[in-house]
């Protein structure tokens, strides 16, 4: 079995910064990609932050410049460093991550979310 479990949301200001985690764990032969979408109220789950397992990235428009995602292979790990935050950054964030396993080829599993709410 695997499981993704993230951390490090909360509340912050404008302006603030977050850093979230999401590790993974459980019987893993290999991540191919990792990812972070959100869903805020009343919108549909979009795509953050993409990365690779060579560690190429891609990044939703309204986060370039803000946002950055990395990984730590050695301990099935992604992060997502957030900057400048913005009120309409508020959403439930969650983890993606594309696993191989002794069980599956490739088989996408998420996290259950962390609020990241942006407030004064």
């Known amino acids: 079995q695997v499981q993704l479990v993230e951390s490090g949301g909360g509340l912050v200001q404008p302006g603030g910064s977050l850093r979230l985690s999401c590790a993974a764990s459980?019987?893993?032969?290999?991540?191919?990609?990792m990812g972070w979408y959100r869903q805020a109220p009343g919108k549909e789950r979009e795509l953050v932050a993409h990365?690779?397992?060579?560690?190429?990235?891609n990044y939703a428009h309204s986060v370039k410049g803000r946002f950055t995602i990395s990984r730590d292979n050695a301990k099935n790990t992604v992060y997502l460093q957030m900057n400048s935050l913005k009120p309409e950054d508020t959403a439930v964030y969650y983890c993606n991550a594309d696993v191989i396993s002794s069980r599956y080829s490739g088989f996408d599993y998420w996290g259950q979310g962390t609020q990241v709410t942006v407030s004064s």
């Open positions: 990365i690779t397992s060579a560690g190429s990235t």
């Open positions: 459980g019987s893993i032969f290999r991540i191919n990609a």
